[in-house]
């Protein structure tokens, strides 16, 4: 049984002003607090019997059995898959990671939820643990981009800085990776094991600021060659594709 109280408190975290003001965000379904459970313990759980009957959580974790009607409305999902749980969020802005000792990847406002989503995904599987954040990026702990990463929220951190103060307070051999239209084909450059690969806005690309920062421009070409084709591909599967040239053996 759960209150209408607690569904009206789960349902304004969609708002980020609550999550902040909160400091808690809302996962669902089994992958997605199965994962991190096993990095956070949850605040709160809203469960299916079926799904509370194989686990365990200690005294400070507030569980609410319900039925599939209740979860209904607490989720934000179309179709609830038997979990909602509210994790606390962690603050990871001041520990900046160095781009001279891994592959990091810089968002330069990248605004949908579900592309922010894929691309945490998208690292994970490409073994990137870090991601750096304008502050006009999406908000990591948006219930649809939770929703997107499909757990790997739980193994990628995210920071959210001054993208130009962080570029710039790398060391000045760390190669800065830009996707381009003047840039060099991705396909036959050499590409490092480290540095910083900038992926821009949906509409508007790297932002002028950030763009004089690359250091090593880079290009994903359309085929054959000047073909007409789509004018651009969609953020996500461009940093994909980029990610899995920099994990290519040469």
């Known amino acids: ?12 975290l969609e708002h980020k002003k609550q999550r902040v003001q909160q400091q808690l965000f809302v996962a ?8 991190l459970i096993k990095k956070s313990t949850p605040r709160l759980v809203v469960a299916l019997d079926s799904w509370l009957s194989s686990k365990h959580f200690d005294s400070s974790v507030e569980v609410c059995s319900v039925t599939g009607d209740e979860l209904r ?6 179709h609830p898959q038997d979990v909602v749980a509210l994790f606390p969020i962690n603050d990871n802005e001041e520990i ?6 891994e592959l990091i990847l810089a ?18 599987w490409f073994g990137i643990s870090h991601i750096v954040c304008s502050q006009t990026t999406a908000d990591v702990y948006n219930p649809k981009v939770v ?25 000045n051999d760390v190669p800065v990776y830009g996707t381009l239209l ?11 094991q480290n540095g910083i690969i900038v992926m821009g806005n949906e509409g508007n690309g790297i932002s002028p600021e950030i763009r004089r920062m690359v250091n090593h421009r880079i290009l994903i070409p359309n085929y054959p060659e000047g073909r007409d084709t789509a004018e651009s591909l969609n953020v996500a599967i461009a940093t994909a594709i980029t990610c899995a040239e920099f994990r290519r053996p040469k």
Do not use: C, W
């Open 107 to 124: 968002l330069d406002g990248v605004q949908d939820p579900g592309n922010l989503g894929t691309i945490i995904r998208i690292a994970d």
């Open 96 to 101: 900046l990671p160095n781009a001279s000792k």
């Open 147 to 171: 929703q997107a990463t499909m757990g790997s929220i739980a193994r990628v951190t995210l920071h959210y800085t001054d993208l130009q103060t962080y570029i710039g307070s790398q060391k």
């Open 28 to 35: 669902e379904g089994p992958k997605v607090v199965g994962d």
């Open 182 to 192: 003047d840039g060099n084909n991705i396909y036959k450059d050499t590409l490092s």
């Open 73 to 78: 409305k607490v989720s934000f999902l179309q």
């Open 1 to 12: 049984m759960i209150s209408k109280a607690k569904i009206k408190f789960i349902h304004q």
